[in-house]
């Protein structure tokens, strides 16, 4: 899986534009203490979005060697893509039973978030047909996303859902990484109210950011998904507890010092003297290095600051390293560049872009040479 660490420090070959690094040491860090937040009870992992762009199948075998025996999902394809990797953990498909996708889920034995009054019935009646089989009733307690509004409740059948093996009764936070929200403790109630009706069944509420607001979020199973890759669960505190997951560096294709005054790139937004020294690197917005980071955002060269200058395109991006060649770096075709590291995080660079790590991370491309680093759990 390590393909490419025999490259030479500092460079890479010219096949890929850069070089994706997986911490899963980090990773596995990071689930330990979500679970230990949950104070003995068990933590699930979100792993939807191909494991918010990381890559679902090493991050979920990583975390099944941990002891993580829960998974979240969006699609039903996805939950496939885990369940062939994976024979032993439960997998819980967020977006629900679709029409006519019961089979799948008893075929790859998936369960579905039941999230509307329609899904229960088709559920329940499957089951009847079927056998009984695990499944999570998603309510919604103040989102306004996906889930059953309460009152829906009043409208079916509780015994033959609360008859379901492994039931989870879930909601989902709108708000936990603002933690003074008014409406984390609305929700809290509504959900405290809601889960009474099901006594046997585990209660999951809090995602990363909700195991962070106070003890009366986590209930009996933690579902965190972006603090596990990283991302900060408590933006407004600041400091980050996790450890960083994703490393991305991109190649330099070249550098030119400038002869003359000229516009860089696309659109000529940035001006450039005689004297700049301007690198291109091969990653651009179609590697998720967001276009809106053009002008603003900054790598590191060997631990030195470079801003980009200029509109980051497809497949290129062009920065100043004028004071980095100054200060002695050696910046030449072949330099690996860290557009993510553990001092320039995917938060930092979400910022950079105006936008949330989430994104950052979901956009992570797949053209880099992806290396999983720390152990794969196998
Ligand atoms: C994505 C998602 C999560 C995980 O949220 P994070 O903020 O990434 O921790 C949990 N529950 C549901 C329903 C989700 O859609």
Redesign the pocket.
């Known amino acids: 899986m390590t393909k490419g660490a025999d490259r030479p420090n500092g460079t890479c070959g010219g096949e890929t534009g850069g070089i994706l690094t997986i911490d899963l040491d980090a990773l596995a860090a990071n689930w330990r203490l979500l679970r230990n937040r949950m104070e003995g009870n068990p933590c699930a992992a979100?792993v939807?979005a191909n494991g918010?762009g990381v890559g679902v199948v090493p991050v979920a075998r990583r975390l099944a060697a941990e002891g993580c025996e829960t998974f979240?999902v969006?699609h039903i394809e996805e939950g496939v893509t885990l369940r062939q990797a994976l024979p032993g953990p439960e997998i819980f498909v967020?977006n629900g039973l679709s029409p006519g996708s019961a089979p799948s889920y008893r075929a790859h034995q998936l369960a579905p978030?039941l999230n509307d009054i329609g899904q229960v019935r088709a559920w329940l009646d499957h089951c009847a047909d079927a056998g009984p089989t695990a499944a999570a009733l998603?309510v919604d307690t103040g989102m306004t996303r996906?889930g059953l509004d309460p009152h829906d409740l009043e409208t079916i059948d509780l015994d033959g859902l609360r008859a379901l093996p492994d039931l989870i009764v879930?909601?989902?936070l709108a708000c936990?990484?603002e933690p003074d929200h008014p409406l984390n403790e609305r929700q809290r109630g509504a959900f405290e109210d809601l889960r009474m009706a099901f006594p046997a069944a585990r209660a999951?509420l809090?995602?990363?950011?909700?195991l962070f607001i106070g003890d009366g979020y986590r209930f009996d199973l933690g579902?965190?998904?972006?603090?596990?890759y990283g991302?900060n669960?408590t933006p407004t505190r600041g400091h980050n507890p996790m450890r960083p997951v994703v490393r991305l560096q991109a190649r330099v294709l070249q550098v030119r010092e400038i002869q003359d005054n000229c516009s860089i790139g696309y659109g000529a937004t940035a001006d450039a003297f005689p004297g700049t020294r301007i690198a291109t690197l091969a990653a651009g917005y179609a590697d998720g290095y967001l276009r809106a980071i053009s002008n603003r955002g900054t790598v590191y060269v060997d631990g030195h600051a470079c801003p980009v200058v200029g509109r980051v395109s497809m497949d290129l991006l062009t920065i100043d390293v004028t004071k980095a060649a100054a200060d002695g770096i050696a910046i030449t075709p072949g330099t690996l560049v860290d557009l993510i590291n553990k001092d320039h995080t995917v938060d930092d660079v979400a910022a950079d872009a105006d936008t949330i790590g989430?994104e950052v991370l979901t956009s992570l491309g797949n053209r880099f040479h992806r290396q999983y680093v720390g152990g794969s759990g196998e």
């Open positions: 979100v939807k918010y979240f969006a967020l978030c998603h996906l879930m909601s989902h936990a990484d999951s809090a995602n990363s950011s909700g579902r965190p998904g972006v603090a596990l991302g669960p989430y």
